[in-house]
């Protein structure tokens, strides 16, 4: 019929579009999407994170406060966008990129902090961008232009299904694996099981009949001491923090942090299998295309 298009946006007799038609598929909106209130809140996550990474190496407790307001609010993007209708493709990726970034960041210190565990740290950080990246390019590439990341079938997998699309789950289990890491972060400056340095050097004092002091507070030289100097993290441990409460959100948090290790695993096998059928099948229209011109 000669008003069918195929699927290649021209029409079925082979006549290209006229401009004016052409013209009206490329219609947008003049609507500043760069301003909508769910980028807005994206962009001041990113500003609390830059500010709670000045802050790691000196002040645990700023930076922590910081950190976690950054990621509580990426549960308030999702209902403003649904709440203004403002859900557009630069917010979901703004979001995932941030949540990537800020989880990085701070694994990156943690390696720093505790070099004996950073192949740990740097697998963990190597994890989490490898699945999201193959989750995101599979579906993307699988699943349409439109599709959502977070529209797994049940058919794919069961357990991601209720990840992505239960909120309440997706929440917890995001929150939880952050709190863990901010908790671990904490106890690098107050305990000794995690940080040896913060126990007193009994062997030292014995030796030389003084009471040492431990880690060695260095003295500032300026006002506002740069959390970027040798003895900033020494500084910091100094000031004295107590564990307690450190240590019950990281055994708290661990098994859902575990967990969210394995669904990431999942979602990277899971993704490349997908991949992996859809090569399959351009293959096979490949080898019948081959086929036809042969005949």
Same mark, same amino acid.
């Given at each position: 019929?000669?008003?069918?298009?195929?699927?290649?946006?021209?029409?079925?007799?082979?006549?290209?579009?006229?401009?004016?038609?052409?013209?009206?598929?490329?219609?947008?909106?003049?609507?500043?999407? +760069?301003?909508?209130?769910?980028? =807005?809140?994206?962009? @001041?996550?990113?500003? %609390? /994170?830059?500010? *709670?990474?000045?802050?790691? &190496?000196?002040?645990?407790?700023?930076?922590?406060?910081?950190?976690?307001?950054?990621?509580?609010?990426?549960?308030?993007?999702?209902?403003?966008?649904?709440?203004?209708?403002?859900?557009?493709?630069?917010?979901?990726?703004?979001?995932?990129?941030?949540?990537?970034?800020?989880?990085?960041?701070?694994?990156?210190?943690?390696?720093?902090?505790?070099?004996?565990?950073?192949?740990?740290?740097?697998?963990?950080?190597?994890?989490?961008?490898?699945?999201?990246?193959?989750?995101?390019?599979?579906?993307?590439?699988?699943?349409?232009?439109?599709?959502?990341?977070?529209?797994?079938?049940?058919?794919?997998?069961?357990?991601?299904?209720?990840?992505?699309?239960?909120?309440?789950?997706?929440?917890? +289990?995001?929150?939880?694996?952050? =709190?863990?890491?901010? @908790?671990?972060?904490? %106890? /690098?400056?107050? *305990?000794?099981?995690?940080? &040896?340095?913060?126990?007193?050097?009994?062997?030292?004092?014995?030796?030389?009949?003084?009471?040492?002091?431990?880690?060695?507070?260095?003295?500032?030289?300026?006002?506002?001491?740069?959390?970027?100097?040798?003895?900033?993290?020494?500084?910091?441990?100094?000031?004295?923090?107590?564990?307690?409460?450190?240590?019950?959100?990281?055994?708290?948090?661990?098994?859902?942090?575990?967990?969210?290790?394995?669904?990431?695993?999942?979602?990277?096998?899971?993704?490349?299998?997908?991949?992996?059928?859809?090569?399959?099948?351009?293959?096979?229209?490949?080898?019948?295309?081959?086929?036809?011109?042969?005949?």
């Amino acid at each position: 019929m000669a008003g069918t298009v195929q699927p290649n946006g021209r029409p079925a007799n082979g006549v290209p579009r006229a401009p004016a038609q052409a013209e009206q598929d490329n219609e947008q909106t003049d609507e500043n999407i +760069f301003l909508f209130v769910p980028n =807005l809140i994206g962009y @001041a996550r990113i500003v %609390l /994170c830059i500010a *709670s990474l000045y802050f790691m &190496p000196l002040h645990p407790r700023r930076c922590s406060f910081l950190y976690s307001i950054s990621c509580l609010m990426d549960a308030l993007d999702g209902v403003a966008a649904r709440k203004f209708q403002q859900s557009t493709k630069f917010g979901a990726v703004l979001d995932m990129v941030t949540d990537r970034c800020t989880t990085t960041c701070l694994l990156v210190f943690l390696s720093t902090a505790k070099p004996a565990y950073s192949m740990i740290f740097q697998g963990l950080i190597s994890l989490d961008l490898a699945s999201h990246y193959m989750h995101m390019y599979a579906t993307l590439s699988m699943g349409g232009k439109g599709e959502s990341h977070k529209n797994v079938s049940v058919e794919r997998s069961w357990i991601m299904n209720k990840y992505y699309t239960n909120k309440i789950v997706l929440f917890t +289990f995001c929150a939880l694996n952050e =709190l863990f890491f901010i @908790a671990l972060y904490l %106890l /690098c400056f107050s *305990s000794p099981l995690i940080t &040896p340095a913060l126990l007193p050097s009994a062997g030292l004092a014995a030796q030389n009949g003084t009471t040492p002091v431990t880690p060695h507070q260095p003295v500032p030289s300026l006002l506002f001491p740069s959390p970027f100097s040798a003895g900033a993290m020494e500084m910091a441990r100094a000031n004295k923090m107590d564990s307690t409460v450190p240590w019950i959100l990281t055994l708290g948090s661990a098994p859902v942090m575990a967990i969210k290790q394995w669904i990431n695993v999942l979602q990277l096998v899971k993704a490349s299998q997908w991949l992996a059928e859809g090569d399959r099948m351009d293959r096979m229209k490949a080898l019948k295309e081959a086929r036809r011109k042969g005949q």
